[in-house]
């Protein structure tokens, strides 16, 4: 069935590095524009990053811009966000979504990402 | 960046009420608007894009509004519509959410 199914998350020093994967299954990937977005403990959503059906075009959030890095791989169906130099305030569930014209229109389940010492 | 304010933060509602939350943007944004319901440990699903409910989204959901203000209505509220709601604009990057409108039984 069509679905997003994301991994890597886990617990992480601040300062340390951590690769977010996604999954693609049921829907040709390489169409569609894949963002990333996150929710802290008890927030509301942030929207993250943006990447292009092709990769042609990446856009980030002012919070992350410079640290993580939206990629994919359409050989593999597969969305990456590596995500460098970690801070306390980038705890958080990280989903990512399909972008379907100037919507949002599936999302994964999430991954939950915890930065702390 | 474009700045979106929902109102109220909160809204507390019985069964068959009708329910408005509001969304504002800092700046014009056309019909660009999406409106998504988060339910409790789950991902949020999209419900409203501009004026167009998603396909089996039930008729009571409704959404109005373009430059600057929008609407999303529950004509009659049931039990499973008891979530947070959220908006979000597309107009520009970065592609901002409003903070969140958390419908709650009275």
């Known amino acids: 069935q069509v679905q997003l199914v994301e991994s890597g998350g886990g617990e992480v020093q601040p300062g340390r590095s951590l690769r977010l994967s996604c999954a693609a299954s049921?829907?040709?990937?390489?169409?569609?524009?894949m963002h990333w977005v996150r929710q802290a403990p008890g927030k509301g959503l942030e929207w993250v990053a943006v990447i292009w059906y092709d990769a042609s075009n990446q856009h980030y959030a002012d919070s992350v811009k410079g640290r993580f890095t939206i990629s994919r791989d359409n050989s593999r169906n597969t969305l990456h966000l590596q995500m460098n130099s970690l801070r306390a305030e980038d705890t958080a569930v990280y989903y990512c979504?399909?972008?379907?014209?100037?919507?949002?229109?599936?999302w994964g389940q999430g991954t939950m990402v915890t930065v702390s010492s | 960046d474009i700045q979106m304010t929902q109102s109220p933060p909160s809204v507390s509602a019985s069964i068959g009420d009708r329910v408005t939350i509001t969304c504002r943007a800092s700046?014009?944004?056309?019909?660009?608007l999406a409106w998504y319901q988060q339910k409790s440990g789950k991902a949020p699903v999209l419900i409203y894009v501009a004026s167009s409910l998603q396909s089996g989204v039930p008729s009571r959901f409704s959404g109005s509004g373009s430059g600057t203000d929008f609407t999303l209505t529950i004509s009659s509220l049931q039990p499973e519509d008891f979530a947070t709601y959220y908006c979000?604009?597309?107009?520009?990057?970065?592609?901002?959410f409003g903070q969140g409108t958390k419908v709650e039984i009275k």
């Open positions: 700046q014009g944004i056309g019909d660009r």
């Open positions: 049921g829907f040709t990937f390489s169409n569609f524009g």
């Open positions: 979504a399909r972008r379907s014209g100037i919507v949002i229109d599936m």
């Open positions: 979000q604009q597309s107009e520009s990057f970065p592609q901002t």
